[in-house]
C-alpha cells in the first residue's frame, strides 16, 4: 500500500461517524441487564409464614366471592418451601435493531424461544437466573443479592461509558428477559396469599382450562398489572401477560418450591470480559488476512458493485476483565477491509472468535450463526458467522444490500 493509498484510507476511516461505538454500547446494553427500576422487598418473616397467616385472613374475607377452595389450591400447587423455582419460555422479539434473516435467501426468521431458570429466596432476598435458548443452549447466569449482583462478567456495576474505543459496559447477564417475568416471581405467591389476586373469568390456553387472575398495578415499587392463567385442574400458573404500556406474555412450564441450599446462589466464575477496545489499525496486505484469523479470513474481491477497496488493515483487540476477577486482559486480533464508492463506505471486519470489540454481539441469542445474517439498525451494521470467522458489514452513507454483502463474502487465498 502506498503513502497516498494509507492517507486516503485514513481520511476514508476518518470520516467514518461514531456508529462502531454506538453498536458496541447498544450491544451491550442489551446483552447486559440494566437496572429493574424497582426495589426488592424483603418480608420481616419467612415467607412460608407469612403466605400461611395471610392464607387464614383470605378464609376469613375471600376477594373471590367465597372461592377460598381456589386460593388454597393455587398456594398448594407451589408449594411451602423457602425457595420459589419457577421455569419462563417467551419469545420476545428483537431489541429493537436486530432483524435476523436466513442466507442466502434474505427471508425474515423466526424470532428465538428464550427460557429462563430462577430460583428466588424472598426472606433472604436472593434470586439466581439461569438464561437458554429453547433448544437448550446456555448463553447466562446471574446471581442477585442485598449486597451485590453478580454474573459471568464479575459484580454488576450498572454503568456504561464510552471512552474513545473502549466501552465498560453495565455488568449484567448475557441476555436478560423481561422485567415482568421477576415481578412475577416476586408477587404471585404474596398476591395469593393476602388477597390481591381477584378472579375475572375462564378460559383456554394452548390446550389448558384456565382460571384467569388480575394481579392489581403496584406503581410504589414499579410493578405492572398482571393476568394470570391458572390451570384448572392443577392450579398451576401456565401463562402470565403485563398489562401496562408495553405489554409482556410469557409461559410458565415449570414452578415449584425447595429448600433453601446456600451452594445454589454462589456468584458464577468469571469468563466474561466487561471491557473490549480496538488499537489503531495497522495496514497490511489482503493475502496476510488468513494468516492472523487461525488460517481463514473472507472478502468482497478487489471490488465488488462500484465498491473498490482502498485498505487492508489489523487491529488489536482487548478484553479486559473485572478487577475482581484476577484474570488477566487477552488480547486477540481483528482485520479490516474497508471499500469506497465514491464518500460511500463499506467496512468487513472480522475475527477468529465473537468479540464485543468488533460490535458484535456474543455469547447471547443474537451471536453471528452460519446461514444467518443479522441485521442492526438504524446503523447499517450486520453480523454473520462465514466458514468459522466472525463478520461485521459497516457502512456509512451507502445503500449497499447486506444480505447482498454477505451472499459474495468469498474465502481468500494467499
Known amino acids: 500500500m502506498s503513502t497516498d493509498d494509507l492517507h486516503t484510507l485514513r481520511e476514508f476511516r476518518a470520516e467514518l461517524p461514531p456508529p462502531d461505538e454506538e453498536t458496541r454500547r447498544r450491544i451491550y446494553e442489551h446483552a447486559t441487564r440494566e437496572a429493574r427500576g424497582r426495589r426488592r422487598r424483603l418480608p420481616a418473616v419467612g415467607l412460608a409464614a407469612a403466605a400461611a397467616a395471610a392464607t387464614v385472613a383470605v378464609l376469613l374475607v ?15 400447587a407451589v408449594g411451602s418451601g423457602e425457595v420459589l423455582h419457577v421455569v419462563f419460555t417467551e419469545q420476545p422479539g428483537p431489541p429493537g435493531w436486530y432483524g435476523a434473516v436466513s442466507l442466502p435467501s434474505g427471508k425474515p426468521l ?32 446471574s446471581i442477585e443479592t442485598p449486597q451485590a449482583d453478580y454474573n459471568s462478567a464479575g459484580r454488576i456495576t450498572n454503568a456504561v461509558t464510552v471512552d474513545g474505543n473502549k466501552v465498560t459496559p453495565s455488568v ?26 381477584t378472579r375475572t373469568g375462564t378460559g383456554q390456553v394452548d390446550g389448558h382450562d384456565v382460571t384467569w387472575l388480575h394481579i392489581a398495578a403496584d406503581p410504589a415499587h414499579y410493578d405492572p398489572a398482571m393476568d394470570v392463567a391458572i390451570d384448572s385442574s392443577t392450579y398451576a400458573p401456565v401463562q402470565v401477560r403485563t398489562d401496562d404500556a408495553d405489554p409482556v406474555q410469557f409461559d410458565v412450564s415449570e414452578i415449584d418450591t425447595q429448600a433453601y441450599d446456600p451452594s445454589l446462589f454462589t456468584p458464577p466464575p468469571v469468563t466474561s470480559p466487561v471491557s473490549a477496545s480496538t488499537g489503531a489499525p495497522t495496514p497490511i496486505d489482503a493475502t496476510q488476512a488468513p494468516g492472523l484469523l487461525d488460517g481463514k479470513a473472507v472478502w468482497l474481491g478487489q471490488s465488488w458493485n462500484g465498491y473498490e ?3 487492508v488493515a489489523q487491529e488489536q483487540v482487548t ?14 486480533v481483528a482485520v479490516v477491509f474497508t ?41 447499517s451494521s450486520s453480523t454473520t458467522l462465514d466458514d468459522g470467522v466472525y463478520v461485521a458489514i459497516r457502512q456509512n452513507g451507502g445503500d449497499a444490500d447486506p444480505v447482498a454483502v454477505a451472499n459474495a463474502l468469498q474465502s481468500i487465498t494467499r
Open 62 to 76: 375471600s376477594p373471590w366471592g367465597g372461592n377460598t377452595g381456589l386460593v388454597q389450591r393455587a398456594l398448594a
Open 110 to 141: 423466526p424470532d428465538p424461544i428464550l427460557r429462563r431458570e430462577v430460583w428466588y429466596d424472598q426472606s433472604r432476598g436472593l434470586e439466581k437466573s439461569v438464561f437458554s435458548l429453547g433448544n437448550g443452549n446456555g448463553f447466562g447466569e
Open 172 to 197: 449484567g447477564p448475557s441476555a436478560s428477559l423481561e422485567p415482568a417475568l421477576a415481578d412475577f416471581v416476586d408477587e404471585y405467591q404474596s398476591a395469593l396469599a393476602s388477597g390481591q389476586a
Open 309 to 311: 477497496l482502498v485498505g
Open 319 to 332: 478484553d479486559s476483565y473485572s478487577p475482581d476477577s484476577g484474570k488477566q486482559p487477552v488480547q486477540s
Open 339 to 379: 471499500y469506497a464508492d465514491g464518500s460511500d463506505m463499506l467496512e468487513i471486519a472480522e475475527t477468529a472468535q465473537c468479540e464485543f470489540g468488533l460490535g458484535l454481539s456474543c455469547g447471547g441469542p443474537y451471536q453471528p450463526q452460519d446461514g444467518v445474517l443479522f441485521l442492526h439498525q438504524p446503523d
